[in-house]
């Protein structure tokens, strides 16, 4: 099992969604592997589409993903919870790691298949 990295929910198969963290620079300059199920993945790309389009630039923070002190967008997931089933909450998360989500959702049957 995993644990997707935005919303919590443990599944068998996360996508993993390569990132740059300002934390890893040095000892992972090449970045790092975090994993999005596919309803965040899904929630990314609809964010990274709408920002694309909008030029949207979004509100400077703190990457819910990667931790980069950038410009971010809102994306809305479901969190699970056992009161009400689901409950959605708003995450911030820099254009590069919704570039990267996005090219995850794109290639995500592939990207699930290999590590079955
Ligand atoms: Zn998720
Ligand atoms: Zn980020």
Excluded at 45 to 61: C, H, P, R, V
Excluded at 65 to 88: H, R
């Amino acid at each position: 099992m995993a644990d997707c990295d935005l919303c919590g929910v443990a599944i068998p198969t996360v996508c993993p969604v390569k990132v740059f963290s300002p934390k890893f620079e040095n000892s992972y300059p090449e970045g790092v592997w975090k994993g999005l199920c596919g309803g965040c993945l899904e929630k990314a790309k609809q964010a990274y589409d709408e920002a694309t389009e909008s030029k949207a630039a979004g509100t400077f923070g703190k990457c819910d993903l990667c931790g980069t002190k950038a410009q971010l967008q809102d994306v809305e997931v479901d969190i699970p919870s056992f009161s009400k089933g689901y409950e959605i909450e708003r995450k911030k998360i820099c254009m590069k790691c919704l570039e990267q989500s996005s090219e995850a959702y794109e290639n995500k049957d592939e990207l699930l298949g290999e590590h079955h």
